[in-house]
């Protein structure tokens, strides 16, 4: 993975924090049983209801794009089957992930606290509003695809934080995406990498 960071991003390598990170979750946990034999490969899985879980080098990528440190919190919009949000709960002090579709919510939750994150706050409902209750935020990543920059998601972004996410571009790709926002709340963004992932699903 660490020379395919430097060949596709351009990044000079993924930190040791966060090869550490994708050592310790055991991937086996967040996929459905009929994936588990593929559990550890480094390509994409189904996970029900036409959502996959995001292959390993991808993870690692959007998580080290956070620029995130131990006393970070964390949003998350997608919490698919855990497996990012398992990652990113190695890292930082809390996170906060919410999931859309009801089914694969609950089986997160579930999988989460079997493996035993409590700093991992999860939560049913459409995450384009984001957790204002919970905003600031340091970092946030979605992962689904955006057609354009959810405003609330910006809103709830701490000056000097990024939000990580692919977005939509014209001729149809998709591009891994950083946005950043300054002291004085100017936004920039930084495409990184064409990617493909599901859509990002509204209520």
């Not at 480094?42 to 998580?63: C, D, E, K, Y």
């Not at 890292?91 to 997160?108: F, H, M, Q, R, S």
Request: with cysteine.
């Amino acid at each position: 993975m660490v020379h395919q960071t430097r060949r596709e991003t351009g990044c000079e390598a993924l930190s040791e924090r966060v090869l550490a990170a994708l050592r310790r979750v055991e991937r086996h946990r967040f996929v459905p049983s009929a994936q588990i034999a593929q559990a550890y490969d480094n390509h994409p899985l189904p996970i029900g209801a036409g959502q996959t879980i995001s292959q390993p080098f991808i993870v690692a990528l959007m998580t080290e794009l956070m620029a995130h440190n131990a006393d970070s919190k964390v949003l998350e919009v997608g919490t698919g089957s855990g497996y990012q949000t398992a990652v990113l709960a190695e890292l930082v002090a809390a996170v906060y992930t919410i999931e859309i579709v009801e089914p694969l919510g609950l089986e997160a939750a579930r999988a989460l606290a079997a493996a035993g994150y409590p700093n991992v706050h999860t939560r049913l409902g459409d995450g384009h509003a984001g957790w204002p209750q919970e905003a600031p935020f340091d970092a946030i990543i979605v992962t689904a695809a955006a057609s354009e920059l959810p405003q609330p998601l910006i809103e709830q972004l701490k000056p000097g934080g990024r939000l990580v996410l692919p977005l939509d571009a014209p001729d149809g790709t998709q591009s891994l995406s950083v946005v950043e926002k300054s002291a004085a709340g100017a936004i920039t963004v930084r495409p990184v990498l064409r990617v493909r992932f599901v859509p990002f699903t509204r209520h």
